[in-house]
């Protein structure tokens, strides 16, 4: 798991069971080596024991901000250099903002840049509310404007209150199917969205079963844009443990996901 948010408007320290280095310990004008990549994740505890990694910054509050990189190919690079085979980016820009933002300064927006990285599914997230779901409607309208790849986007809509969603929220949903490639549903659970990972073993019937639909979809997604298997994705070298050689300097290799 990627955590792009500062320390102070993210969740993910305050989650994580087992803290390690942090990203304060991977200087972004430094190499690293896998191992140093590897013991700077932090873990959080998920269902049956197992756990998540978890790159994110948990310095104490008073510890001068760090300054995170903006360009999604750094965080790819990062990932890769640290030898995972799947990694989540939790984003935390507003894409439909950034995407009209980004064409009326004539740039490329945050959001087509983690689009564009190798076998990348985007996933968008909304209220499964009137509201929410007007606001991703008008999100896929923009991105379908800017030429974003939605036919290999999955769209979460999230219930925050107990019972079935409302004839709006499903009509929206049934309406959304034929722009994206999948369209999930996550029912409200009050433990969950109080304590997280710490409610972990909570995580049995219909959450559970929602979250492996949810991983199916993008799973889906990827093997019908790209195949299955999946094809090899270029990735960084990786420097061999503990060196720090007095320049930096990367080969292209491959690595297949």
């Known amino acids: 798991m990627l955590d792009t948010a500062t320390r102070l408007a993210s969740p993910w320290p305050g989650w994580a069971s087992e803290p390690g280095a942090g990203l304060a310990s991977i200087p972004p004008t430094k ?44 965080w790819y690079q990062l990932a890769a250099a640290g030898g995972w085979q799947a990694a989540i980016a939790d984003t935390t820009h507003a894409a439909a903002h950034d995407v009209v933002a980004a064409r009326h300064a004539g740039r490329t927006s945050l959001t087509a840049a983690w689009c564009s990285l190798p076998v990348s599914v985007p996933v968008l997230c909304a209220a499964a509310t009137g509201h929410g779901v007007q606001a991703l409607q008008t999100a896929v309208r923009i991105a379908a404007a800017e030429g974003l790849p939605l036919q290999y986007t999955v769209v979460v809509l999230v219930s925050l209150a107990e019972g079935r969603p409302t004839a709006t929220v499903r009509a929206a949903a049934t309406m959304l199917q034929s722009h994206v490639s999948a369209v999930v549903t996550v029912l ?13 073993d909570r995580l049995r019937g219909a959450p559970l079963e929602t979250a492996d639909r949810l991983a199916q979809a993008v799973l889906a997604s990827a093997h019908r ?22 320049t930096h300097v990367y080969a292209e290799g491959v690595h297949r996901p």
Do not use: K, M, Y
Not at 188 to 200: E, H
């Open 31 to 74: 190499p690293a080596s896998r191992r140093r990549i590897q013991a700077a994740t932090s873990l959080c505890r998920g269902p049956s024991d197992r756990s998540w990694q978890v790159l994110t910054d948990h310095q104490d509050w008073g510890a001068a901000p760090l300054v995170l990189p903006p360009d999604p190919g750094a």
């Open 225 to 246: 844009q790209w195949g299955d298997p999946l094809p090899p994705a270029p990735v960084p070298a990786v420097l061999p443990a503990d060196q720090v050689p007095p």
């Open 188 to 200: 409200a659970d009050v433990g969950l969205r109080s304590q997280a990972f710490a409610a972990s």
